[in-house]
Structure formats: C-alpha cells, structure tokens
Nanobody, 128 residues
Framework: QVQLVESGGGLVQAGGSLRLSCAAS????????MGWFRQAPGKEREFVAA????????YYADSVKGRFTISRDNAKNTVYLQMNSLKPEDTAVYYC?????????????????????WGQGTQVTVSS
C-alpha cells in the first residue's frame, strides 16, 4: 500500500513558476514509477510527466516539454514537478500517481489506468 500526498499548488501569474511535491508513505517507494497527471474542469485527466524508479527515464507531454521537470528523491520518498513559464491553460488539479513495476519504456507511463495509487490532488491556477 502506498499513500500519496501532493502539496505546492496555488495561484500564480502567467510566466511564473511553482514546484509541486508528492510525499509517499511506505518503504517501497523506490520500487514504483511515478507520474503527474492533471484535470481541468470539464476535461479528462491528462498525462503530464512520468519518471522511472531510478530517475533514469523521464517522459513528458508535448504541452509541457521544456517547461516542466519531473524529479524524485528516493531517500525522502518524494517526487517533484517543477513548473516554469506557466500558462493559463496549465490551470488544473494536479495529481501524482504510483505504478508498479517501476521501469518505464517509451509509450508507457502515460495512461491513468497503468497506475495503482493516486493522491488527492492539488489545485494550480494560472492567471493571465
């Protein structure tokens, strides 16, 4: 069992930055690949970024590539999402999720159904 708690959301102006954190419980965090997803009102949950158990593989949605960076610290059981150059269209509830096994290959890690555990979400609002 893995419990995930996101933090770091808030209100920011366009062009600004935020860093989201996702703290995981349990001793097996390093066995899981981690992902960030987001859901805007009236829209489906969409993939943002994913990182393998070791941090050696990362994948991004085209819409955030070059602006967002996913990273993890297995010693702290935490995964991060650094968001720069934020746009109003980035406004959404952001969720972190964990999937086992923790390896990622191209084409995996981007579908919500692949993930076993989810956090409760944190709101990010970008004003224009």
């Amino acid at each position: 069992q893995v419990q995930l708690v996101e933090s770091g959301g808030g209100l920011v102006q366009a062009g600004g930055s935020l860093r989201l954190s996702c703290a995981a419980s349990g001793r097996t965090f390093s066995s899981y690949a981690m992902g960030w997803f987001r859901q805007a009102p009236g829209k489906e949950r969409e993939f943002v970024a994913a990182i393998s158990w070791s941090g050696g593989s990362t994948y991004y949605a085209d819409s955030v590539k070059g602006r967002f960076t996913i990273s993890r610290d297995n010693a702290k059981n935490t995964v991060y999402l650094q968001m720069n150059s934020l746009k109003p269209e980035d406004t959404a509830v952001y969720y972190c999720a964990a999937k086992f096994p923790g390896t990622l290959v191209a084409g995996t890690g981007s579908y919500p159904d692949e993930y076993d555990y989810w956090g409760q979400g944190t709101q990010v609002t970008v004003s224009s």
